[in-house]
């Protein structure tokens, strides 16, 4: 196993380079690795149209985007309710006039009360008058039909979401009240931003989808797919169950299920991690993407070291991963350090580093 390090990488592999892209930037997920990246990988690996690419943890359809961009095909597999609501919007095709038309519409329609009935949680984030304004835009985009219900849904959650009180510290959504714009001028700001970028990207045409499916559990197509391109839930982190719960009760959405993700088990009722289980899924997924792989396939997996610190202690992925990844039949071509960040406890006491990983196999 070749090991080395690049830490210029290491920014590739947030969403950060994404603020600003047309399409990639609508929805900010933290979790989410770059188009910069995936672009950088796909074009390393000389993909065709005739091509295919596997993402089992898609996300918000980063690399799915990016294979549409670039005419590779690409199929990817999500669980996250919300995550997989944006990853569709995303990755939908749309008849930019007529959402032009239908928002000029919905724009200029006149505010009478909503019928709908706020949740307890939404009543928390909220000015009341700016939840009414939601509510009454939403039962407005509720009425239309079609993909345009989803994007003007997408719309109308990202500026409900800058029109809230809502402030996000890790898994925990907080209150801080504050002057916020006026929702309908948020909401006509972020239609537009979202149309211009839909008349700005350049597709290819290629047959991109997104599945709702536990890639632990679905039946994927033997042989199928000549390159993967993921990023796994890392190790520990489960900020991503709860941290969206505003766009999930804006969309009516449901939350994620504990036994749909990666290490996460249910004990009393809460999702809780367990690094046995981890292992357990993580050996489950490797050995369905092997399965899953052409000959001469090439696998780009992005994977951090978990950061324990009430337990103090670090959790190393490198080797475990790679002994996987050989047992099953991968070649470990290389593995690259593309970041290192100090794990701490609650004190500031630092533990150690933990490391962020690319991992390239091949399948031979």
């Known amino acids: ?196 970028d839909l008349e700005r990207l350049q597709t290819r045409g290629a047959e991109v989808r997104v599945v709702e499916g536990d890639v632990r559990e679905v039946e994927l197509e033997e042989e199928s797919f000549d390159a993967v391109i993921t990023s796994p839930p890392y190790p520990g982190k489960l900020e991503y169950v709860t941290a969206y719960r505003l766009e999930q009760e804006i969309l009516d959405l449901p939350p994620p299920p504990p036994e749909k993700l990666l290490g996460v088990r249910s004990r009393g009722g809460k999702p809780v991690f367990d690094l046995e289980a981890y292992l357990e899924d993580l050996s489950r997924v490797v050995e369905k993407l092997y399965a899953a792989c052409r000959e001469g396939a090439e696998i780009n997996l992005i994977l951090s070291d978990g950061c324990f610190p009430e337990e103090r202690r670090i959790f190393e992925v490198c080797s475990p991963l790679c002994e996987l990844a050989e047992r099953v039949g991968f070649r470990v071509r290389k593995v690259t350090v593309i970041n290192e960040r100090f794990c701490t406890t609650p004190s500031r006491k630092k533990l150690g580093v933990a490391r962020e990983y690319l991992f390239q196999w091949r399948k031979e």
């Open 1 to 196: 196993m070749k090991l080395v390090k690049n830490l210029r990488l290491g920014k590739l592999a947030t969403d950060l380079p994404n603020r600003g892209l047309p399409v990639y930037g609508w929805f900010p997920l933290k979790e989410a690795f770059s188009r910069p990246l995936v672009v950088m990988l796909l074009q390393n690996l000389w993909l065709w149209r005739e091509d295919r690419v596997l993402d089992p943890f898609c996300g918000k359809g980063t690399t799915l985007l990016a294979c549409k961009e670039l005419g590779v095909g690409g199929v990817g597999y999500e669980v996250h309710p919300v995550f997989l609501f944006f990853c569709r919007v995303g990755l939908a095709d749309y008849d930019v006039p007529s959402l032009r038309k239908g928002a000029e519409e919905l724009l200029s329609s006149s505010f009478r009360p909503p019928q709908l009935t706020p949740s307890p949680f939404l009543k928390r984030f909220f000015p009341p008058g700016t939840l009414q304004d939601l509510l009454f835009f939403k039962e407005r985009i509720l009425e239309r039909g079609g993909g345009e219900r989803e994007f003007f849904l997408a719309a109308l959650a990202l500026a409900a979401a800058e029109c809230s009180w809502a402030v996000r510290d890790g898994a925990v959504l907080k209150v801080r009240e504050r002057r916020v714009p006026p929702l309908r001028e948020a909401l006509a700001r972020r239609i537009g931003w979202m149309c211009d």
